[in-house]
């Protein structure tokens, strides 16, 4: 009985609460006020934590079209009641993301309101994970997240696919729009099905996906979730650097609650309020970068559900879920997944994100800045997206043992993570001393495969890594890697979903 409601609760995490990372940032954050930067907590007795901002210049470019960690700016206020900010100019300040993509794509032909052709089967089941920027004294509703989770239950395979705000596409009985207009325009224009009917409609229109079941999700209720299974430990591979309250009770509109913020590299462990954060926040890097940090927090989740001292938390998990998100999914629905949910682990979720060159910057006649799906390269990777992973099913007989041979601390576990993204199961170890100058593989396979070496060398860029052959049929991991000092642990998960 607990391996089955944990199973279920498992499920429930997977298929509905993913969507609290997925929401919008509120308009607060998403651009600075005319912030003061505060290099130290306003009271000097007040306890410091392991996450003071970094004010060391980058040494290498950045890898996300932003400044993972950017030297300083100092943004002074102005005495003007709508103050602009004005930044110190920084010698190594990078440009926005969009300026790295200055050609503008070609306008788009005349539109054919022909739906795509299905690209997903009656073997998923899919899900549409949503975040509002809707508040309570407001009227909008535009969703500036939007996620869709592919499930294949029996095999235990996931594809998360991130979609940008600003697509412009074909939105039934609108025309074109941008997609996170859909669901607003869904329910003050009496679509059948209201908002989340539309947005249904828009994706298997534009995007060939069928979507089964809808979630969206408030802040709080991530808040308690993450607080209530004691926190999730994240691995940041590349520092990232951005706004954030001193406190989360203090004013957001005033300026002078806000400092700039830094999170790793390392395993980080976070609170609900940090790990929301740093889901959320874009105001120094990008939509694309937002949709990469809340796909790791979303995998962290489902990680830390697995674990079996989940069990003593169902009650308070599931109050904290059913009264915080809004989804179409019923208890049955979640209960008739719970018997497959042993075949999940993180190895076998596939993350994939709709940006550059599967869409490109655009200006509208009306200039609005939008991003303008590439439709060959757009519908290959939903093709691969939305096809049974070959490569991940073979991997599962592989297990790689990463331990730490240097001093950084956590390299093991970030290592591990891209591991994962690549689909390999991973266990973390104990290395033999930690001075490793350069890495090595061990690998102790009989069959000795050079190509699966290789793979593994290239997934962790170790490029000039050492190997050892030394063939064990009673080895319990097939390959080994102790990491050294030539290890880089910052990179792309989009360049190993592939």
Request: proline fraction near 8%.
């Amino acid at each position: 009985m607990k391996a089955f409601l944990r199973s279920s609760l498992t499920v429930f995490l997977l298929a509905v609460t993913i969507s609290a990372c997925s929401a919008s940032t509120p308009e607060a954050e998403q651009v600075p006020l005319p912030f003061v930067l505060i290099t130290s907590a306003p009271n000097s007795t007040a306890t410091a934590t392991p996450f003071q901002p970094s004010l060391a210049t980058p040494t290498q470019p950045p890898l996300y079209g932003i400044d993972s960690n950017p030297a300083p700016q100092i943004f002074a206020a102005s005495a003007t009641s709508s103050p602009t900010p004005t930044p110190q100019t920084s010698p190594t300040a990078t440009a926005p993301f969009e300026q790295l993509f200055p050609t503008q794509a070609a306008p788009p032909p005349d539109f054919n309101p022909t739906p795509l052709p299905l690209l997903t089967d009656t073997e998923t089941i899919n899900f549409l994970l949503i975040g509002s920027d809707r508040r309570p004294t407001g009227t909008s509703h535009r969703t500036d997240t939007l996620l869709i989770a592919i499930v294949w239950y029996r095999e235990g395979q996931v594809s998360l696919i991130s979609i940008p705000r600003d697509m412009w596409i074909y939105i039934p009985t609108v025309g074109m729009q941008r997609i996170n207009t859909a669901y607003q325009s869904g329910e003050s224009g009496g679509y059948a099905g209201g908002g989340m009917g539309l947005l249904k409609d828009t994706i298997l229109q534009n995007l060939g996906i069928r979507i089964d079941h809808t979630a969206m999700v408030e802040f709080d209720g991530f808040r308690r979730i993450v607080d209530t299974l004691g926190g999730i430990d994240v691995p940041v591979a590349c520092a990232y650097t951005d706004w954030r309250l001193i406190a989360p009770n203090l004013d957001q509109n005033d300026e002078n609650n806000w400092w700039l913020y830094t999170v790793g590299p390392g395993q980080v462990h976070m609170d609900g309020d940090l790990a929301l954060w740093y889901a959320r926040s874009r105001s120094k890097s990008s939509d694309f970068d937002r949709g990469r940090r809340q796909q790791e927090v979303l995998r962290m989740l489902f990680q830390k559900a697995l674990q079996t001292d989940t069990f003593s938390k169902i009650p308070q998990l599931y109050s904290d879920l059913s009264s915080t998100v809004i989804t179409d999914m019923s208890l049955g629905d979640m209960l008739s997944m719970a018997p497959y949910s042993i075949n999940f682990t993180s190895a076998n979720i596939r993350s994939y994100y709709i940006r550059p060159p599967y869409v490109q910057p655009w200006t509208t006649p009306g200039g609005a800045a939008v991003l303008l799906p590439q439709e060959d390269s757009l519908n290959q990777m939903l093709l691969e997206a939305t096809t049974l992973s070959t490569y991940t099913e073979a991997r599962k007989t592989i297990t790689v043992e990463v331990q730490n041979g240097y001093t950084f601390d956590t390299m093991e576990s970030l290592a591990a993570s891209r591991l994962n993204y690549a689909g390999y199961e991973t266990i973390t170890g104990i290395a033999d001393r930690r001075d490793y100058a350069n890495s090595v593989l061990v690998d102790f396979t009989v069959g000795q495969d050079p190509n699966e070496r290789q793979t593994i060398i290239n997934v962790l860029g170790l490029y000039s890594a050492n190997v050892l052959s030394l063939p064990d049929p009673n080895s319990k991991v097939q390959y080994r890697v102790i990491l050294g000092g030539d290890y880089e642990a910052c990179f792309k998960p989009e360049d190993l979903s592939h």
